[in-house]
């Protein structure tokens, strides 16, 4: 066991001459301090008595455009110590434009050709999907100071937000600056103060919105912010907007944008001033191509991953479609080539934190992440496995790097199948006729495009292996190369990679188990104790494992929109969102070729045409070691 003096207790000198007085002898007073033990810090101060401040963090931006300075608000919470004892202490830090709620939206028309556009219900923030709040319960008494951070624009922030752009950079990087003397802060009536009870060293966690805030703070190369652990987090706003020069929507919010989410989150005082910004943000941000221009560059943070300098514990649910999976394979891949400490979770819920379904060994390694890298402990979790996947519910496994090492790609061919039957995907090609389909527009969806599969539908092309002869798993990022013509008003190919086969599978959703835990120190009205859940599981004759989606017109790049000569013949090739999916033996993997997808691209009138050449076209698969021979 290691322990740090929290801080010497001073001793008052007598006057020259003078006699001691006497008094009852008493046990000297007793002063927590830092306890290491097991290589982690031990739970020693008070939550109870935890002192709390508010401070007014200036920063070098002016996104309101008023001459002014934007400010932050930061609110802390820390060990009494630190005011009593001469304790300094390192700070774990959640910022968010969440803290003051959210407002109601309206979204933008998908419909296009409509004569007005048709409105969709107003974007409604889920709330209940931010983190819980279990900082302070567990982390303060183990010598750690908490804090919560309101983005520009929100809440008791001024500024404006921005959805993601270099000025919420600013502001998060502020943060981290003021607990390192670097920036300017003020008290609430406006006193200069400065965060001497810091040791400087910031670690960031949260989810969502709250786990972009980190990757957005970590992409500035900020001194002092040591580790971050973003949740769900968007590594670039074009991939949560947009897909390959098509608008796109995340999963649940059809007809959000840029401007949408800045409108729902500005809770600031005043907020009028911010309404030129946004409605140049709406002018900017481009519905229209769908390319990737500036106004994405500026929220791009995957370039900047050169620059970071803290430990990135990445964590993404497989069945997350809000912030799709791609925005942390990327991040976690830019920080690979960088050379960035790092480790990854995979799990089975959608948005959501592992921490209520794996609570023990949550705490474990988040715990020893930030004492690793904020305290210095040399606890061995950078030298532990440093990929957890979960492969069912409550069934974990780990590797040393993701995708698994031995996975290869393999090019899987979409052939012609019979007269009245689907096509086949085979490790050989096979020549035969064009096939087409023509779009069902916004009158069908995915799901209802996907089942049947071994019928003739005329809005879709259905392609499957035979039943495999053992498991076949897919993990990292598959791709579609085809060559195909369309024809008509919409410029979207989309495609679903399909597990055929009737099964209990995860579906992303949690289940309340009635089980309370208690993992921190409570206080009156927080008592420091959770629910346990557990992953929904649904019987099903099938899942998409993942999809993805291409404007034709930028066939040659996202950031150009190129016209498309109807009827005429392109070679296309786009992405799917990655995935770590197992598809077992005995049933069959399919790929389902459509134009619209209707909870995500845009929706054009019914009746494009898409001509596709079988043989030519494949889908390229990242298959763990092994996976071929299940395939022959």
């Known amino acids: 066991m290691i322990t740090l003096t929290a801080a010497l207790l001073a001793t008052t000198a007598l006057p020259a001459g003078a006699a001691a007085p006497t008094r009852p002898a008493r046990a000297p007073e007793t002063v927590p301090r830092l306890t290491v033990s097991g290589g982690e810090t031990q739970p020693v101060f008070s939550r109870a008595d935890a002192v709390t401040q508010t401070v007014n963090i200036e920063t070098t931006v002016d996104s309101d455009e ?13 060990p ?9 202490v390192p700070t774990i830090l959640e910022a968010s434009p969440y803290w003051a709620g959210t407002h109601n939206v309206d979204n933008h028309p998908v419909d296009i050709g409509d004569a007005q556009g048709r409105a969709l219900a107003p974007s409604r923030r889920d709330l209940a999907g ?24 929100t809440g008791g922030s001024t500024g404006c937000p921005t959805s993601g752009d270099r000025s919420e950079q600013a502001g998060a990087k502020a943060a981290v600056d003021w607990l390192n003397g670097r920036a300017r802060g003020f008290a609430p009536d406006g006193t200069p103060v400065k965060a001497g009870w810091s040791t400087g060293n910031v670690g960031m966690i949260g989810q969502s919105y709250n786990g972009t805030l980190p990757n957005m703070a970590a992409a500035t190369g900020v001194e002092g912010l040591k580790a971050i ?27 959000e944008d840029l401007d949408v989410l800045a409108k729902a989150v500005l809770t600031r005082q005043n907020p009028e001033v911010c309404a030129k910004i946004i409605d140049d943000i709406e002018a900017k941000q481009d519905r229209e191509t769908g390319d990737y221009g500036k106004v994405w ?12 300098r803290a430990a990135v514990m990445v964590v993404h649910g497989l069945n997350d479609w809000n912030v799709k999976v791609k925005n942390s394979v990327q991040w976690w891949n830019a920080l690979k080539q960088a050379g960035v400490p790092r480790k990854l979770w995979l799990h089975q819920a ?35 496995p440093r990929v957890d996947v979960e492969r069912a519910p409550g069934q974990w496994e780990t590797a040393k790097d993701w995708p698994v090492p031995g996975t290869r790609t393999v090019p899987l061919s979409l052939n012609a199948g019979d007269a009245g039957q689907p096509g086949t995907l085979a490790l050989r090609p096979r020549q035969g006729a064009d096939q087409s389909l023509v779009d069902a527009g916004r009158t069908r969806t995915a799901e209802e495009l996907l089942v049947n599969e071994d019928k003739a539908d005329p809005n879709r092309l259905a392609y499957l292996t035979p039943a495999l002869t053992a498991p076949l798993r897919v993990n990292g990022t598959p791709e579609m190369s085809v060559r195909a013509s369309l024809d008509g008003r919409s410029p979207y190919l989309t495609a679903l990679l399909v597990d055929y086969g009737t099964d209990a599978r995860p579906t992303g959703g949690r289940l309340d188990t009635g089980e309370r ?104 698969l990242p298959l763990a070691r092994g996976g071929r021979e299940s395939l022959q």
């Open 66 to 78: 008023d001459g002014v300075r934007d400010r932050v608000q930061m609110r802390i919470m820390r």
């Open 80 to 88: 009494k110590e630190t005011d009593t004892a001469g304790l300094k």
């Open 130 to 153: 931010i983190f819980p709040g279990i900082y302070d319960n567990y982390f303060l008494p183990r010598g750690y100071a908490i804090a919560n951070l309101d983005s520009i624009g």
């Open 229 to 255: 652990v973003p949740i769900a987090g968007i590594s670039s706003w074009y991939d949560y907007y947009r897909a390959n020069g098509g608008v796109l929507a995340p999963g649940g919010y059809q007809g």
């Open 297 to 308: 560059a500026e929220r791009d943070y995957v370039g900047q991953a050169k620059k970071v």
């Open 350 to 384: 959608n948005h959501a934190t592992p921490f209520r379904w794996r609570l023990e060994e949550w705490l474990r390694q988040t715990h020893h992440w930030f004492d690793r890298y904020l305290y210095g402990i040399r606890n061995g979790i950078d030298k532990e």
């Open 517 to 620: 835990v208690c993992f921190g120190q409570g206080v009156a009205g927080d008592d420091g104790c959770t629910t346990r859940q557990k992953l929904y599981t649904e019987t099903a004759p099938y899942k998409i494992i993942t999809r993805g989606w291409l404007d034709a017109r930028n066939r040659h790049s996202p950031s150009r929109t190129e016209p498309i000569t109807p009827g005429k013949a392109y070679d296309f090739r786009w992405d799917f969102q990655p995935t770590d999916y197992v598809v077992k033996a005995g049933h069959r993997l399919g790929v389902i070729v459509l134009s619209t997808d209707y909870d995500y691209t845009l929706r054009y009138p019914a009746g494009t045409k898409v001509t596709l050449t079988p043989g030519t076209s494949k889908v390229l």
